[in-house]
């Protein structure tokens, strides 16, 4: 992918490449020396960087660590492909090791160039008009964060679940008010935005898939799609909650047709360089689950693990993978946020959610953040 002194970005794909692999042996270590191998393989891959202008963006290693069991490593740069392409790039690869190889046991693929050309047949000026309706009247960005960051850009993460029972609630209350659930988990973390910086119009970032449905088989097509865009949530403190996320649900649906806006073009429109310092995902890639522990020839697979797919240059990011727990992926920027600070929102974003799961009518301002020792503190 090339850049410099270039009008716009190009992309280069190269007729024939060789393919970076590794096959490393652990199998003669004992059980504990062949863990710490492991371990140092998996952090000193981590580190490897990629040069955008240097193919391939990708790389492979299996580790073996036992006669009958490796550890398969798939490293790529995020520009190859976004989340929803994951499985069905296992499905495909193993699909291939199962026919030793042989191309056609897979359907044909769509060409990303009908992406490409659908993308260009869209129509421009009905979007940035859109966008520009949706932040009219907008007065300031949404910062959480007021002093300059670092440009290290380096992000810690760690995982939260939520309870079963509130899941279930919250489920029930999306399905009682005709909900999505990531409008209710967008909605939540909005209110809590707005009570964190004093508005009652906030602004934060989110993930859509970029996916257009009337595409013939983009559901199956391996590529970048995401696209990063601004969620702008307004209301009055006396509204009810449901009231609140429905308007906010119509208006997202009203703007599908125009997110394939990059989020550059649409901060412009609003005129602000900068709209948000927060970005809030729901992840909801409508695949089989069981697609990545699947049986080929022979062989199970189970997913071991992933790293670094879900770190962002943002200060503060939330991604909320779904399940019988709701799971929040919280990431950070340690040189702007303290991990204490970090814990004390998502306790604050867990009382929220657990408001509106008990009642979706009551006003949205009169939500409690506040842990009652918290509000015993204060008072």
């Known amino acids: 992918f090339l850049h410099q002194d270039l009008s716009e970005p190009v992309q280069i794909i190269d007729r024939q490449i060789a393919l970076p692999w590794q096959d490393i ?12 191998g492991l371990a140092r393989f998996l952090e000193q891959d981590r580190l490897q960087p990629f040069d955008p202008a240097q193919a391939p963006l990708l790389r492979f290693a299996l580790v073996r660590l036992a006669p009958q069991r490796a550890r398969f490593v798939f490293t790529s740069h995020h520009i190859l492909l976004d989340g929803w392409s994951m ?45 520009r309706e949706a932040f009219a ?70 993930t859509v898939s970029g996916r257009p449905p009337e595409l ?26 449901a009231q609140v996320l429905a308007r906010l649900q119509d208006e997202q649906s009203s703007l599908i047709a125009h997110q394939h806006l990059g989020l550059s073009d649409i901060q412009r429109l609003s005129g602000f360089a900068s709209l948000f310092d927060t ?20 062989v199970q697979v189970a997913r071991a693990g992933g790293s670094g797919g879900d770190t962002t240059h943002y200060p ?13 992926r919280v990431g950070y920027r340690p040189d702007l946020f303290e991990r204490p600070a970090v814990e004390q929102i998502v ?25 009652p020792e918290e509000r015993q503190q204060i008072l």
Do not use: C
């Open 137 to 206: 009247g907008l007065q300031e960005p949404t910062k959480l964060v007021s002093s300059p960051a670092s440009t290290s850009g380096r992000q810690e993460s760690f995982a939260f679940s939520l309870p079963h029972t509130l899941t279930d609630a919250l489920t029930r209350q999306a399905r009682q008010h005709s909900l999505t659930l990531n409008t209710l988990m967008q909605g939540a973390w909005g209110a809590l935005l707005a009570r964190l910086t004093g508005r009652q119009d906030v602004v934060f970032g989110i």
């Open 216 to 241: 013939a088989g983009v559901e199956s097509m391996v590529g970048l799609f995401i696209n990063t865009l601004p969620l702008r949530l307004q209301f009055q403190p006396d509204e009810p909650v």
């Open 25 to 36: 042996d652990l199998v003669s270590l004992d059980a504990n020396a062949r863990e710490a």
């Open 316 to 328: 503060l990011s939330i991604a909320v993978i779904p399940g019988a727990q709701l799971q929040l």
């Open 279 to 298: 970005l809030f995902v729901f992840e909801n890639y409508p695949v089989d689950p069981r697609g990545r522990q699947p049986s080929y020839a022979g």
């Open 87 to 131: 499985p069905i790039l296992l499905k495909e690869l193993f699909a291939l090791y199962e026919s030793r190889g042989d191309a056609h046991a897979l359907p044909p693929a769509t060409p990303y160039r009908n992406y490409l050309a659908w993308s260009r047949q869209q129509d421009r000026s009905a979007a940035e008009q859109a966008w």
């Open 347 to 371: 306790q604050r974003l867990q009382r929220v959610l657990e408001a509106i799961a008990a009642d979706a009518s009551q006003p949205i301002g009169h939500i409690e953040i506040l842990a």
